[in-house]
């Protein structure tokens, strides 16, 4: 599932269409969470294509390690957490926002 998946189209003042804003909590640990350590900057879309076979789901690695914002790099020497109840996780977040 792409992070803008099910977003609704909305417009702005002016007409402009936009996709509605989605708000994002980091995934709730687990005691079958991976954890693994990077030495050297990574790729998220690459991990998450290893670990979920979906390279669009690396903004929920992201989420779950608190990573800057839109950058598709780990940092360097840091131990990445990879969530795995991934399925339970994005339906907590369409629950989330379709109640707002």
């Known amino acids: 599932m792409s992070r803008y998946n099910k977003n609704r ?23 079958n969470d991976i954890y693994i350590q990077i030495y050297n900057a990574e790729r998220l879309d690459l991990l998450a ?8 789901k690396w903004w929920i690695i992201s989420a779950a390690n ?14 990445l957490r990879i969530p795995v109840n991934v399925e339970t996780y994005l339906d907590n977040i369409e629950s989330y926002n379709n109640g707002r």
């Open 9 to 31: 189209i909305i417009k702005d003042e002016n007409s402009v269409r936009k996709l509605d804003t989605k708000i994002l909590t980091a995934p709730v640990r687990s005691e």
């Open 49 to 56: 294509y290893r670990f979920y076979n979906d390279q669009s």
């Open 66 to 79: 608190n990573l800057k914002p839109g950058s598709l790099y780990t940092p360097e020497n840091i131990v």
